[in-house]
């Protein structure tokens, strides 16, 4: 129902694949990215990930409510930057993640905790169908946008303070976070709402790079 309505573009919805045929696909691509995962000697990030998925899609995680939507929301996302963490890590010889490692995976996971209901903005007319406890449906839409779009913007100052980047490594995600927050607070058409999930999207991508920022300017 919920992307019959949000997006209706999936393979599901638009007729291109059955639930039957997505489930036959699921039982022969989950035990090969296990494979593939032990190759690579990331098994328990997939696994990590994989309960994620399931707690979120199976159990209903995504319609519990929007704390517990969002932590799994964050527990997944921070699994695969593990894995991708972990394999060049090891690519490149050094040791596991070290401790600064976790704690900079702990941050993205706030980062994405706090800030993620940014998806549940144009998504509310097919999650209200669903009746899925989002925070804009929860708490409001007033609230919500103007909470995230704060949230952005803090977080784009503390991010960059964690590595010590100099001050075009503030400039830009603060630059970029103060469009977001603009468009999360006045920009409310679902058209709208769907851009600024992909400009968030595009912002998360420059907090994740942010240790790669401090590597090439140090």
């Given at each position: 129902?919920?992307?019959?309505?949000?997006?209706?573009w999936?393979?599901?919805?638009?007729?291109r694949?059955?639930?039957?045929e997505s489930r036959v696909m699921?039982l022969?691509?989950?035990?090969?990215?296990?494979?593939?995962?032990?190759?690579?000697?990331?098994v328990?990030?997939?696994?990590?990930?994989t309960?994620c998925?399931?707690m979120?899609?199976?159990?209903?995680?995504?319609?519990?409510g929007s704390?517990i939507?969002?932590?799994?929301?964050a527990?997944g996302l921070?699994?695969l930057?593990a894995?991708a963490?972990a394999?060049?890590?090891?690519?490149s010889?050094?040791a596991?993640?070290?401790?600064q490692?976790?704690a900079?995976?702990?941050?993205?996971?706030?980062?994405?905790?706090?800030?993620v209901?940014t998806?549940?903005?144009?998504d509310?007319?097919g999650?209200l169908a669903?009746?899925?406890?989002?925070?804009?449906?929860?708490?409001?839409?007033?609230?919500?946008r103007?909470?995230?779009a704060v949230l952005?913007?803090?977080?784009?100052?503390v991010?960059?303070?964690i590595?010590?980047?100099?001050m075009?490594?503030?400039?830009?995600?603060?630059?970029?976070?103060?469009?977001?927050?603009?468009r999360?607070?006045?920009?409310?058409?679902?058209?709208?709402?769907?851009?600024?999930w992909?400009?968030?999207?595009?912002w998360m991508?420059?907090?994740?790079?942010l240790?790669l920022?401090k590597?090439?300017?140090?």
């Open positions: 129902m919920e992307d019959s309505i949000n997006k209706p999936r393979p599901i919805p638009s007729g694949v059955t639930a039957d699921l022969i691509l989950v035990p090969l990215t296990f494979l593939l995962a032990w190759q690579l000697d990331v328990q990030e997939s696994a990590a990930f309960i998925t399931w979120y899609n199976d159990l209903g995680g995504s319609s519990e704390f939507r969002n932590a799994l929301n527990a921070v699994t930057h894995g963490t394999i060049a890590l090891k690519r010889g050094s596991q993640l070290t401790l490692s976790w900079w995976l702990a941050s993205i996971a706030a980062v994405i905790l706090t800030t209901q998806q549940d903005l144009p509310r007319h999650d669903r009746r899925r406890k989002t925070m804009p449906l929860v708490y409001g839409e007033e609230f919500t103007w909470v995230t952005v913007i803090v977080w784009s100052l991010c960059p303070s590595w010590h980047v100099d075009f490594g503030y400039v830009v995600p603060v630059l970029v976070a103060v469009f977001l927050a603009i999360i607070v006045y920009c409310r058409s679902i058209a709208a709402d769907e851009l600024s992909k400009v968030w999207c595009g991508s420059l907090m994740f790079i240790p920022y590597v090439l300017t140090a």
